[in-house]
């Protein structure tokens, strides 16, 4: 169901219990069963849309650092997609709740949200395409293995919108879609067999790094 | 007619003497009147593919550097286009002419394409959005100018496909916002009087600086 | 004493309670007074030893965005301060204390280390030199301004040596420096009156943000 | 003699004819004969003067791109090298040639100059150290070739000075240095055996296009 290609498989696998402590975090559990308090859920989405601008802004820098027309092709999509779609999304989503732009654009990004975004936006900087995509990953396809799992298990109507953004059928492909463009790009700069390769344990330890800052995201959700 | 703002019309005017040595370049009098060599034509084709997958680069790190939502939404809509159409339809008129995408990807970059796209790079990368507004400024409205200049004036059908793409509504209309989008951030960040200031200057630097690499870029066009 | 330049009185103006909330925080009480514990200036040093590596690439990377010789060569003294001598410090007292460098290098960067020298490169690649500078300040001078206040008001002398490197001449000596890097970089760029103009609360913004960052550092050494 | 190590060896090979094109190019051969014209030396001086600054930044950049602090140690001291040595050497050689350093910087930077420089800071930015380390390879280690044959082959004293410069002991150490930086660095990322990964032509290809682009700078030099 949530296969999103070989290396995003076996850097989950590399990030061993980081991963589900991110994607069966008490505060993913709270929204499959309702349980999670409608503060915090506001919280979370206010620090959402202040994470998603500069997400945005790292995907923006993935184009400027791709190799092929179909790698920027894909990377330029994403962009696309978060600031005409996903923000505005989560500026509805806010809006209905009683949340208007203006607080969301004044409100001030918590340490564990500059913690994450910054990250990401370094590795890129640093390094290559690769290191960027390693740790854009875990947000892009953690999301959706979390949408695709609580479509299937959520008890509960309380978040349904937000589960079926991330299940619904164009995230999915988003999913499938980056899962290739990483597949295509460590193919094209490491080779047929990357594991073997000095750069293979530097990629996972940037899938893992980000995978634990998702989570530290979470309990900040959960602390709000 | 082709008024993309204010900034624009003072950094032409600071740009003296080349901006006509660029907009009125004897490469784009030949496109006017169809005397312009095919060969030349499609050397510069080649080089403009290229040319473009970088200009897409650089409008993706203004994607990276923008300070607003309305900043973002309109640089990331710039590199759609780019990416989706403007390349495509340089891929469609290469077909046409009997070069394939092959052809393209593989053609070396001349050193003046070079020193034009890298230069516009780096000035966004050295400085913020406002000096990579003032690099890109001269191709995108530019050839806007150009297009709708040529429209009324060419004497030729020779390169009305050309012609036509800068003189379409739909490219027109870009070169409008992004007029806006550079009134907007010079207020945003120099403020109401903005030529009285020390980055003024600079500004200006970097706008006359690529409408010379422009008119490099004309002038490599006919010695393919 | 500590006057390090007119745009850092500003700056430290503008940033209100959140600069003695970091320059005055438990913590710094806690090197005056000798009550701090041990094991929270051991955690502390070894954050500040992956910081230092960070912060030593925000200034290389002023290097990168300098505009005369002047600014490139001051920032790059800094680098090789940071790296030659301070980095090399910082290696020497943890050695003493028992921490190998290997101990060093292998230990995880914290959240709030994360936040904070990642916010500082991303001020700089989103912005220019002056963006930069703004959230460089408050580390470089704060601890000057810090380190020359517990030479005078330390009541013991187990910190005396952390003191004794903020405090010693050479370090006031490139405070001063830096304060004078920044008061050019202002009157360069935005001219004589900078008060007036939008940029100054951006820059204001950059300061008091990662003074509360800095704050933040303390909050993770205490808690280590 | 000119020992660089094994990842210099293996791209100069894969540069093939454009090696000797660059290195023993007829500007090179009037440096040895004595017979480059003075008004030639003097313009390439200028703009050597600016390549210089951009040199500087982009050895800044790879401070910025480096993964453990001898990387940095190396990186950074080559920018002091640099900044604080061959620029001062520059403008002292120019002043007894009668151009004050007020000269050098208002000097125009060439198209050819401006492809270099900015061709190099693109490698850096858009892929990470190893690709800006290509990059950067010809100029350093080049210089270093050329300085230490011409110190053999000269049969003028006309151009003493230059070749002096670069056939120093402490240039010649610089390039070792370098050349020892460039093969840990392909070690680390790439492995034991980096010719047969897909990465290794990327890195060719970088070397080959600025072993032009030197040649195209000797070439901006005669025109002068």
């Known amino acids: 169901m949530t296969d999103y290609g070989r290396a995003f498989a076996k850097w989950r696998e590399a990030a061993g219990d980081h991963w589900p402590a991110y994607t069966r975090h008490p505060f993913v559990q709270g929204l499959a069963d309702g349980s999670l308090p409608r503060q915090a859920f506001l919280g979370y989405l ?6 998603l601008i500069h997400f945005a802004r790292a995907w923006a820098l993935a184009v400027t650092k791709a190799e092929t027309p179909e790698e920027m092709r894909l990377a330029a999509a994403t ?5 005409n779609d996903e923000i505005r999304l989560h500026i509805d989503t806010c809006a209905r709740a009683g949340l208007t732009e203006a607080d ?8 564990a949200n500059l913690a994450y975004t910054r990250y990401v936006l370094d590795a890129g900087h640093s390094g ?3 290191d960027l995509l390693a740790a854009l990953a875990p947000c892009v396809l953690g999301y959706g293995e979390i949408g695709a799992r609580l479509s299937r298990e959520a008890t509960s109507d309380t ?13 999915q492909a988003l999913c499938r879609d980056v899962g290739q463009l990483i597949d295509g790009a460590v193919a094209r700069r490491i080779g047929p067999d990357p594991e073997q390769t ?3 344990p ?6 893992t790094k980000a995978t634990k800052l998702e989570a530290g995201f979470w309990e900040m959700g959960l602390a709000e």
């Open 128 to 130: 290559d395409l690769l």
């Open 79 to 83: 962009v696309s997609a978060l600031v």
């Open 202 to 207: 530097a990629l996972c330890r940037h899938f």
């Open 198 to 200: 000095p750069r293979w």
């Open 46 to 51: 206010t620090q959402d849309y202040l994470f």
């Open 159 to 171: 978040y349904a919108e937000w589960i079926g953004t991330y299940a619904a059928d164009d995230y």
């Open 104 to 111: 969301l654009r004044t409100a001030e990004e918590a340490p």
